[in-house]
């Protein structure tokens, strides 16, 4: 998924869907880390520390 949003920015100069991957790629992440700690019984301010 990261070369798919590299190939927008580089290759097409389409910032727009780049950008738009970018943050999606940003969304299903945070989701998927939060989602972890949620399973786990886990606080992120004690993770973090």
Do not use: C, D, P, R
């Not at 998924?1 to 943050?23: D, K, L, M, P, V």
């Not at 940003?26 to 301010?45: D, E, M, R």
């Amino acid at each position: 998924f990261t070369e798919q949003i590299y190939n927008q920015f580089i290759a097409s100069f389409n910032w727009n869907q780049g950008s738009a991957f970018g943050f999606l790629l940003l969304i299903i992440s945070s989701l998927i880390i939060f989602a972890g700690l949620k399973l786990t019984n886990q606080k992120l301010s004690k993770v973090v520390q």
